[in-house]
């Protein structure tokens, strides 16, 4: 299908670069790896055209900031990503466009990064990788605490799509993957990691209070969708400190838009299409950790997906959450 667009598409600067070396797989993949993630030009066109993508989104890698423990340097590195972002759309303005990378540490300098990135830039939203690390390594900080209220006030203001995107768990917490760090990434880790915070944000209330916020979060739902039954039919009996007003599942289908990134299977997509209505399931690739060939390749082709869903989840979809204009 040409004409698509995709959303969890990362790139990297060189101070966020190392961080993610872990990932890309054998040592051997490096070079080649490090040359996709850092080219926002022609090699990464190049791929969007042999794939049917005709827009990406760009975002930083992860944990990019999120692991940067100082505030001021954790900005100064999110303003050079989103300044290389804007250079890029500006380049190729119909072929990208960009999410902010935001230092989470204090929420009212999230805020008002986020607002300069969508007011000034042009920006559609923004991506964050999981917790933010503050002050030092073993101080994280999910969003769901008060004191990012009046962050996510702002996200509502500025009615963007906020993408939650996996990071892994940082050692002093991660005593149960001991013996496996195998365990603690992409395979794994990435959506207990991702899907904890998401439930997390549904239990704080945070969609009663601003019911508009559009929550991104990919895989195919980090899990979520295959769990999503028995979570409301337990909390029938137990809800402890749950301080949502609603069933927890009608948050996740009110408030989350879930993408295709790095899952390309019937199985699972099937499971998430069943939970969720079409209009709040996305195409993604999830660039360069996947190839975007074997997104595409998968998407374009499956029966699981109507040829009318194929173009609504592959493209109308995120016209209408990303606010965009193309003709
Ligand atoms: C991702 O961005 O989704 C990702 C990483 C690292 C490894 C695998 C992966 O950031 O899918
Ligand atoms: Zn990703």
């Known amino acids: 299908m040409k004409g698509k667009i995709a959303f969890e598409e990362h790139f990297a600067i060189e101070e966020t670069l190392g961080e993610t070396r872990n990932f890309a797989g054998d040592s051997g993949m490096w070079d080649e790896f490090t040359e996709q993630i850092l080219d926002l030009d022609d090699r990464r066109l190049a791929h969007m055209d042999e794939s049917g993508i005709e827009l990406a989104v760009l975002s930083l890698n992860a944990p990019g900031v999120q692991c940067i423990t100082d505030a001021d340097q954790a900005m100064d590195v999110a303003r050079k990503g989103n300044e290389r972002m804007a250079e890029a759309v500006a380049r190729h303005p119909d072929r990208y466009a960009a999410f902010a990378a935001l230092p989470m540490h204090d929420p009212v300098a999230a805020a008002g990064e986020l607002t300069r990135c969508v007011r000034e830039l042009g920006f559609k939203g923004c991506m964050v990788n999981g917790f933010q690390q503050v002050g030092n ?43 496996h760090p195998w365990l603690m990434s992409a395979p794994w880790g990435f959506a207990v990691e991702t899907s904890i915070h998401a439930l997390r944000l549904c239990g704080s209330g945070v969609f009663d209070d601003h019911p508009n916020l559009k929550i991104c979060i990919g895989h195919l739902g980090e899990n979520i969708p295959f769990g999503l039954w028995r979570i409301d039919a337990r909390m029938r009996f137990s809800r402890r400190n749950y301080r949502g007003k609603r069933p927890l599942g009608d948050y996740f289908r009110e408030n989350f838009h879930v993408t295709t990134s790095g899952n390309f299977n019937d ?21 360069p950790f996947e190839k975007m060939e074997d997104a595409a390749g998968w998407y374009d082709n499956t029966d699981v997906i109507s040829n009318e869903d194929r173009l609504r989840i592959g493209r109308i979809n995120a016209l209408n959450l990303l606010n965009l204009d193309l003709d």
């Not at 004191?147 to 002093?172: C, G, K, N």
């Not at 209505?277 to 993604?284: A, G, L, N």
């Open 137 to 179: 390594p073993d101080n994280v900080k999910y969003y769901d605490l008060p004191e990012y209220r009046d962050f996510w006030a702002t996200v509502s203001e500025l009615d963007v799509p906020f993408y939650l995107h996996p990071r892994m768990q940082i050692p002093s917490r991660a005593e149960n993957y001991e013996g």
């Open 267 to 287: 199985a699972a997509f099937r499971c998430t299409l069943d939970v969720l209505d079409h209009d709040k399931i996305y195409f993604c690739a999830d660039y």
